[in-house]
């Protein structure tokens, strides 16, 4: 492809494409200046009168105006640098535009999550603040690129000079053939060389550039540190944070679709669950207020929803307004629902810290804790199991947990011997075992060895084994060409330990398919019982 070099074009007309640059400059700040006066009116209202605030939007005009600064700057500073003229202004005036286009794609997204949230006052000022004193050097580019367009030379104070110094020389139009894709050692040679007059420029002038960087960097560098690091701090995962009467400690965030037994809850959902450990470090009960908690991410927020918590108890056990005893610590799952086609990463979850009253408003603060969930996925393929092998639950939820089938049997009743003992001595005794229904149902009876993980919900949640049987175990058979799965309510007699009991219906001696189901959130555990079935 073979293009004329625009060299002499710029130069020819350098002093009406200043004017236009001028005009430009004029119209993105008068825009520009509508995103900082929206700031300014938002810092300044109540926390009431949110609503009232008209929310502005961001032209695509403005974004091209503004591409269109920037490129002016990369010819412009080609140019004065083939022509060996000085290029601070321009490098400054494609930096500073460079910026700002960056602060405009941020006020847009900062505007467009106040329809979800309102931001807390100290935040609003703070983005009033930074969008104010970055807009001021505006009027000094407007002010150099109308002196550019009027020729006047401030360091000679030359209305002339300045221009004819740029002499059109027969190369600035020649053509020349432009070749993608070669020869890319040159850009890579023009590129060092840049970084190396840089820093020739660095080291000339040293000791104004230090100053600059003292004044400007130092005092935003403190103030950022405190912000971030006193004010708004961020807590990781595991780590412990005190935030007014309580401490707060996040023990476990996951991502899933299902409840405990590994069944979808809603078809277009996903939840984020998290464990908290609180722990009350007031001197007096206090009722912790879940309303007070929320997770962020971007421009979303997302609120507990306890009126599924029952869905969770593998994970940890939803609060209900209890109170949480002086100087005592709770495990509370928070649940919050989301649309499972956004794909999110790390979040933020928000704790209200204080609430302050300042200049005729109300500030409401947050501390966060940065959290990861760990995607709980579901293995869709049943897995086969056997009598006396140890069945590993997953260890995401329920640590090293591992439960073991040693015998199961299908009988009418059982009966057993046990041995009572009192002050006059020992005596044997035989008891029976039967259903409630004989005629109906039989007795499923099953002696098995299960090792709960100490800490995990289902440990703290268990009175006795029948909570994680209960919960996980079913019975599943095929009736009239359909497929039941039903769940066991087992009972556990004292005398015995390791066996539980369950009534199982006596129609499923005619079905050929009869299995005992362990069935958690991630994985389906069959036993087949076929041949346990008595004739």
């Known amino acids: 492809m073979v293009l004329r070099k625009p060299y002499a074009f710029l130069i020819k007309n350098f002093r009406i494409i200043h004017i236009i640059f001028a005009l430009i400059l004029l119209f993105v700040r008068r825009n520009f200046g509508k995103v900082v006066t929206f700031f300014s009116q938002y810092a300044g209202q109540t926390f009431s009168s949110y609503s009232s605030i008209v929310l502005i939007r961001i032209d695509l005009i403005l974004y091209l105006a503004v591409i269109v600064v920037i490129s002016f700057a990369i010819m412009m500073l080609v140019l004065m640098k083939?022509?060996?003229?000085?290029?601070?202004?321009?490098?400054?005036?494609?930096?500073?535009?460079?910026?700002?286009?960056?602060l405009m794609f941020v006020a847009s997204n900062i505007i467009s999550s106040l329809t979800r949230a309102a931001l807390s006052h100290r935040n609003a000022r703070l983005v009033r603040d930074l969008y104010f004193l970055l807009s001021l050097p505006q009027y000094f580019f407007i002010i150099f690129a109308f002196v550019r367009g009027f020729g006047f030379d401030v360091k000679k104070f030359n209305f002339s000079k300045d221009l004819e110094e740029l002499e059109i020389s027969s190369e600035d139009s020649e053509e020349f053939e432009f070749v993608v894709g070669t020869d890319s050692y040159k850009y890579k040679r023009k590129i060092r060389r840049y970084l190396r007059e840089i820093k020739y420029y660095y080291l000339e002038n040293k000791i104004i550039i230090n100053?600059?960087?003292?004044?400007?960097?130092l005092p935003l560098s403190i103030y950022g540190a405190i912000n971030i690091g006193i004010f708004?701090?961020?807590y990781k995962a595991g780590s412990t944070g005190r935030i007014g009467a309580f401490t707060y400690k996040i023990k476990g965030t996951y991502e899933t679709e299902f409840d405990y037994n590994g069944k979808q809850i809603k078809e277009d959902k996903k939840y984020v669950v998290i464990n908290i450990e609180i722990t009350n470090n007031s001197d007096q009960d206090r009722i912790f207020d879940p309303t007070m908690i929320y997770l962020s991410k971007g421009n979303y927020n997302?609120?507990?929803?306890?009126?599924?918590?029952?869905?969770?108890?593998?994970?940890?056990?939803?609060?209900?307004?209890?109170?949480?005893?002086?100087?005592?610590?709770?495990?509370?799952?928070?649940?919050?629902?989301?649309?499972?086609?956004?794909?999110f990463g790390n979040y933020y979850l928000r704790i209200f810290k204080e609430m302050s009253f300042d200049k005729g408003y109300w500030d409401f603060n947050y501390s966060k804790f940065k959290v990861a969930p760990i995607k709980l996925e579901r293995n869709e393929n049943p897995s086969s199991r056997q009598l006396k092998e140890i069945i590993r639950l997953d260890k995401n939820v329920y640590g090293d947990t591992n439960i073991t089938f040693n015998n199961i049997e299908i009988k009418q009743s059982y009966e057993y011997e046990y041995e009572s003992c009192n002050q006059n001595g020992c005596k044997t005794y035989v008891d029976v075992v039967r259903t409630n229904n004989p005629s109906t149902h039989d007795l499923l009876i099953i002696n098995y060895e299960l090792n709960i993980k100490e800490g995990t919900a289902f440990e703290k949640a268990m009175q006795d084994d029948r909570y994680f049987f209960d919960n996980l175990l079913f019975i599943e058979y095929k009736l009239n060409n359909r497929i039941h799965l039903d769940s066991l309510k087992t009972k556990i007699n004292l005398n015995l330990e390791n066996m539980i009991f369950a009534e199982v219906p006596k129609m499923i001696k005619t079905s050929d398919v009869f299995n005992l189901v362990l069935n958690t959130r991630l994985e389906k555990n069959i036993i087949d019982l076929n041949k346990l079935k008595e004739a």
């Open 232 to 234: 708004d701090k961020t």
């Open 82 to 102: 083939r022509k060996e003229k000085p290029i601070v202004l321009y490098i400054s005036v494609l930096v500073y535009y460079i910026i700002i286009l960056i």
């Open 302 to 343: 997302f609120y507990n929803h306890p009126s599924i918590r029952n869905s969770f108890i593998d994970i940890g056990k939803g609060y209900v307004n209890e109170e949480i005893k002086r100087g005592q610590s709770r495990d509370i799952a928070f649940i919050y629902e989301m649309d499972k086609r956004k794909i």
């Open 211 to 217: 100053i600059i960087l003292l004044v400007v960097v």
